[in-house]
């Protein structure tokens, strides 16, 4: 167990953000263990060819242990809530060399015993192992991830990040936390992240005040998680809402007939869709139209209060209203956050 003090100033300067780089770092846990994360199964059956051309894939893999723990200089904290990945990479590059091996130790000798040879032999000039590892990061981005993967990814991440500040809005730290992950618990200004085994960290305990506290969405995790060594900058990573919808059949089931004559066929199947917050283009993805189509039905649905729409950054997403969820649920759709 790993505790989180919270005082006013640390909750306070709580904040989200989605970071790609920690996406494609925690990815390379599907390689070796893709039973974990069912829902990625497909995607990453898709890449494995691209994957497997890589010169750089003994070294990618090198970098998970036994236990699918990572090291933590390949997710440094993220500074905004969208961190460009190529800052990211900078600041990899730009870790302190003398954290290196401390880092790679805490990784790897609780389960595994060693540091992997194909790390080992680089810590004698750790700025150019760094430069080695960012350098095959950047290449699996951008051979395996960035094509497909993550334009289907992101929309999930903004999704959630809408409906955490929705959350965190109507209920509170309370009602933020008891619904982030279930190995998260809160009390008394105590966030505490329980695991179900026994695990080796550099310590224990953590103050956020002063420091701040990131919580970062992935789709690469079943369960809360952290740095390996919290004397880092205090970052707690929580499965993103939603990821099971990366699975491959998207498409909602025909509208009942009524529905479909209230609305109209296109739209009733749109609302059915927005159970979960979702951008103009990842809808007309998932109903093979195009996105001046959606844009068109989304505006009549929003007229009628059936749906409502938040920005984030630079993509608003739009989900299904309060008599969205009414109508809906006439229908035998399930309600947001139903099953």
Avoid: K
């Amino acid at each position: 167990m790993i505790r989180f003090r919270l005082g006013l100033a640390g909750l306070a300067s709580t904040s989200f953000a989605c970071s790609a780089l920690q996406e494609a770092a925690l990815s390379l846990r599907m390689w070796d263990h893709p039973g974990h994360y069912v829902e990625q199964t497909p995607w990453f059956r898709r890449m494995r060819p691209d994957f497997e051309a890589l010169e750089c894939r003994e070294l990618l893999r090198s970098l998970v242990a036994s236990n699918r723990f990572i090291p933590d200089f390949l997710t440094p904290r993220p500074t905004t809530p969208w961190p460009d990945f190529q800052d990211e990479l900078a600041a990899l590059r730009a870790t302190p060399p003398e954290l290196v091996r401390p880092d790679l130790e805490w990784t790897f000798l609780p389960h595994d015993g060693a540091v992997p040879p194909l790390l080992a032999d680089g810590l004698g000039d750790p700025v150019a192992l760094l430069e080695r590892v960012a350098g095959a990061m950047e290449e699996y981005w951008e051979r395996c991830m960035a094509p497909a993967w993550w334009p289907r990814a992101r929309p999930v991440l903004q999704a959630d990040l809408v409906y955490r500040a929705r959350m965190l809005a109507e209920g509170g730290a309370d009602a933020l936390f008891a619904d982030l992950a279930h190995r998260l618990r809160w009390q008394d200004g105590v966030l505490s992240i329980h695991w179900d085994r026994p695990l080796t960290l550099a310590r224990d305990e953590v103050d956020v005040d002063g420091r701040g506290l990131v919580l970062a969405p992935t789709c690469f995790a079943r369960g809360a998680g952290t740095y390996i060594d919290p004397a880092s900058q205090p970052v707690i990573t929580y499965p993103a809402r939603g990821r099971a919808t990366m699975a491959e059949n998207l498409l909602p089931p025909p509208a009942d007939p009524a529905l479909g004559r209230l609305l109209g066929e296109p739209r009733a199947r749109l609302l059915l869709l927005l159970d979960e917050p979702s951008s103009t283009t990842e809808l007309a993805r998932r109903l093979g139209v195009t996105p001046g189509a959606v844009s068109q039905h989304l505006r009549i649905l929003y007229d009628a209060r059936l749906v409502g729409r938040a920005r984030r950054g630079r993509v608003v997403l739009y989900a299904r209203s309060a008599l969205g969820d009414e109508l809906c649920a006439a229908d035998g759709a399930p309600r947001r956050g139903g099953s």
